[in-house]
């Protein structure tokens, strides 16, 4: 037995650049930003600094002009990265391999205003920013399967990290949303830092170590998705058995589906969709046929036609329908 459409026609469509992600646990690349750089004096301390080639090859393309330096004051994204950096523990890192302390102490020379002391901060802040952001990228192995190979994550360079956070409309909020990941990942590491902090004052109870441990479980598993989140794709929500639509980084529509059981999972996988098929014949497994089945004998073979059911002669690609009646 089978489920058909109203109508049978079956069409296929191209999608392309979309993507469908099947998970169990979400804006295309912001315009440049207007922005106050510092002095040249700066400009003259980053040109002469030391260190990796990637950050040097980034401010040379910008003319050596500050990225967390406005004017002779830090951008409040200082403080954002300092916090980001002091909970790194909710991402799964090591807080220590990030130097808080110097960063902090680079942070707060550099509220004298002195050229040298900001050009310190702002170079400390970049390579501090593009090692915490590549170590979060690193690939997550939670069972993920890429059917096609490049949509698995991979860890971005410091140069691509810089630009992207450079362009950002506010450097501020692009720290805050936690702007290099899956859109995802922001709110759900926000709840487990809530978490802690709830924890810390009040104890810790087994329903908030239970929460916190779904939290880091799923944020691993957003780390699993592919990189790219701009332009057009599809998310389903195993758990919820949910399925979302987006379109540069915005939900387009909703729609329940179908998933599996504890016993016999839907898989976690990432592939490119090419087409689509609309109206498909669905196969009713056994269990399911055999409830169909009792509504037929209660109610005649006119059950079938008014849910869209039709009988078949046996399950090969060559297939008739038959009069349900003679079945």
Not at 39 to 50: D, H, L, V, W
Not at 287 to 293: G, N, P, T
Request: no cysteine; net charge positive.
């Amino acid at each position: 037995m089978r489920k058909s459409a109203r109508r049978s026609d079956r069409r296929a469509f191209s999608l392309p650049g979309a993507a469908i992600i099947l998970a169990l646990a979400a804006a295309a690349l912001p315009g440049a930003a207007p922005a106050q750089y510092g002095s040249s004096q700066i400009q003259a301390a980053i040109r002469s600094a030391g260190g990796d080639r990637d950050i040097k090859a980034f401010y040379a393309a910008r003319g050596n002009r500050p990225l967390w330096v406005r004017g002779s004051v830090l951008d409040p994204a200082a403080d954002q990265l300092l916090e980001l950096i002091e909970t790194a523990a909710a991402d799964g890192l090591d807080a220590g391999d990030y130097r808080p302390r110097a960063l902090r102490s680079a942070v707060e020379n550099a509220r004298s205003g002195s050229p040298k002391a900001l050009a310190r901060a702002e170079l400390l802040l970049s390579r501090t920013f593009v090692e915490y952001a590549r170590d979060m990228r690193r690939p997550a192995n939670v069972g993920m399967v890429y059917v096609d190979k490049e949509l698995a994550p991979s860890k971005p360079n410091e140069q691509a990290l810089l630009q992207a956070a450079a362009s950002a409309p506010s450097l501020e909020q692009h720290l805050e949303n936690i702007g290099w990941m899956h859109p995802l990942y922001g709110p759900m590491r926000k709840a487990l830092v809530a978490s802690y902090d709830a924890s810390e004052m009040n104890g810790a109870s087994a329903q908030s170590r239970q929460r916190e441990e779904t939290l880091r479980l799923n944020m691993e598993r957003v780390r699993a998705l592919p990189a790219s989140h701009v332009g057009k794709y599809i998310l389903v929500d195993a758990a919820s058995a949910r399925l979302w639509m987006y379109e540069n980084g915005r939900v387009r529509d909703s729609m329940k589906v179908v998933v599996g059981k504890p016993s016999e999972q839907t898989p976690m996988m990432a592939a490119n969709m090419r087409y689509a098929l609309v109206n498909p014949y669905w196969n009713l497994p056994p269990d399911l046929a055999r409830v169909r089945a009792q509504a037929v004998l209660k109610q005649g073979p006119g059950y079938l036609k008014k849910m869209g059911y039709q009988a078949f002669s046996d399950w090969t690609d060559n297939a008739v329908p038959v009069d349900p009646k003679k079945v």
